[in-house]
């Protein structure tokens, strides 16, 4: 059998199946956005790793060094977060091609420095190997939670509201400009720039954790729907997603308008957004003003809510209930889709 | 500048100094086996990365995927180790490519838990992402010093006896064996074992950090005197190896016989070998019987003695003494010599 018969979510059970086994001091292994390893008396770190490939998570001729190294920090922050965890520091594995010059490893190792530097997260380590083919980085984030518990992709319940961070769909605009010959990109710079250089909600995701009321929380690195699907099977649980509520940013709102496609469907397949989808014991309010939930610069729209495991996953939309199409980034398959 | 103009540990001074800036949790940064974080009152945690990469440390056509899963865990625990240090856990990143057969792929997950169990270290993470060429693996080990503090490369002193655990050479006439086409595989399986499989001196490490007696040590990755000269730097000392002493493997000296080679010379030069290299206070006792010191499995030869800085780096052959010539490893030079 190929991998691609087997897709890289049978890839990630089966390396699951293969590594089951843990020791006493692994409180949660493979399966969420981060493991929790027990530390000292009450202490609990995470432990992430993620990779970026070239020809697979970028191409070379629109990807600036620089942008890539905060990328490949920024998405392994953006797990920590989704835990609740704060990071205390990172290693990276650079597998660069001979062809890559002196200048642009320092590019790049710049962009990772200036991550690092903004979201508190020293590089201590690393391992520089030569590449045969494209450049792989890979880089692994250690993090703590500070005075709260992880918050688990397992831990919904039905009558949970849905909720996002910020808006969506920008990451598939991004993309799509810089795709076509970035003739585009001053128009749609935020979009670029969330694609490039996304920020992850660090200081958002510890506020969450530390709210009382998240039940459940993933980040959006493959879509939306996809990440949503990882949640309901977490938890044991459908879902209703108000799609006239999902937040779509103002520029995949242009960009689909031009493009005669659905700024809504851009917003749930969106891969690489990289906020935080979280799942809220109804009793909380949630109110972006409200004391200590999370910061005042940070938006929360609810857009759904958890259902009984009977009900599947569905969607309203103009007030008529379907089935909601899950569609998510497969690496080893072109598109992906299961419903 | 290209790459192979600067040079791996070029490349891997430009990070350290791009990244040299930390926080408060870091006590050891970029530049030994593995970063020492604080964690808690007085706990310290390890963290090292370190990754495989088709076509430069290994070709698919001989290096069956259980060794290979097996193999990239144990040469980052062998950073943990040189460090005095116990793991807790890890997390793998596999850039794989499409023509990886699934079977291919559990193999290599079959070997990786087989070293996770065996040095109890189990997998808690990962990330699978299609490769467009060749494959990666990186893996990342979480460690903790129990009990002792870190072992760093920078603190011999000038009389200390120099050490090296187990016999050398067999990683190189392992290399030399398959890739000859593996006709004297047979004759030379220890040789061609400790290539695919090395084992990494998890717990020797631990005992030496214990001993009290060790004043820095480093694993042997890229050959021998590639590590004595970084212990020689960090240290800011010369040395004197005694070529003689130097513990050579019984099928090296036979494949060297066989070869007209030098047997001590492909001791001194042959990289992933895996054993620790480490400097002793010469008022300790370096007695394999001694108790608690090192195991009664372990052999550890006395190889040479650390000198003042302004010696330079020497080696002691028939009587003679002369300049130590340096080889290692340089994954973007083909060969590297320093002297």
Request: glycine letters at 12%.
């Amino acid at each position: 059998m190929r991998l691609s018969e087997l897709g890289e979510f049978g890839l990630i059970r089966r390396l699951q199946e293969a590594c089951a086994a843990a020791n006493d001091r692994v409180i949660l292994g493979i399966g969420d956005d981060a493991a929790v390893i027990r530390c000292g008396e009450d202490g609990r770190l995470v432990l992430t790793t993620d990779a970026m490939v070239e020809g697979v998570h970028f191409e070379r001729a629109w990807y600036p060094p620089d942008s890539l190294g905060w990328k490949c920090l920024a998405v392994n922050l953006s797990d920590v977060a989704a835990m609740g965890a704060s990071p205390i520091c990172c290693v990276v594995t650079a597998a660069l091609p001979e062809s890559w010059s002196v200048e642009e490893t320092e590019a790049l190792y710049a962009g990772l420095k200036r991550c690092a530097d903004r979201y508190r997260c020293p590089v201590v380590g690393g391992d520089t190997v030569r590449s045969t083919a494209g450049a792989v980085f890979s880089v692994a984030v250690l993090g703590e939670m500070t005075g709260t518990s992880e918050i688990r992709r397992s831990g919904a319940a039905a009558g949970d509201r849905i909720c996002v961070t910020g808006v969506l769909g920008g990451a598939a605009v991004g993309l799509n400009v810089l795709c076509s010959g970035g003739k585009d990109r001053d128009r749609f710079s935020e979009s670029v720039r969330r694609l490039l250089e996304p920020l992850p909600r660090a200081e958002t995701g510890v506020r969450l954790a530390r709210s009382g009321g998240v039940t459940s929380m993933i980040d959006i690195s493959d879509g939306l729907t996809s990440e949503l699907r990882h949640l309901c099977e977490a938890s044991g649980l459908g879902c209703l997603l108000y799609a006239d509520r999902v937040p779509v940013s103002a520029e995949t709102a242009s960009w689909a308008a031009e493009s005669g496609k659905s700024p809504v469907g851009l917003a749930l397949e969106s891969g690489e957004e990289y906020e935080l989808l979280f799942t809220v014991n109804p009793s909380v309010r949630i109110d972006t003003a409200g004391p200590g939930f999370i910061g005042p610069e940070d938006t929360v729209t609810v857009i759904g809510e958890m259902r009984p495991p009977e009900d599947g996953m569905r969607i309203r939309e103009g007030g008529v209930d379907s089935t909601l199409r899950v569609r998510g980034w497969d690496h080893y398959r072109s598109a992906s889709g299961n419903s």
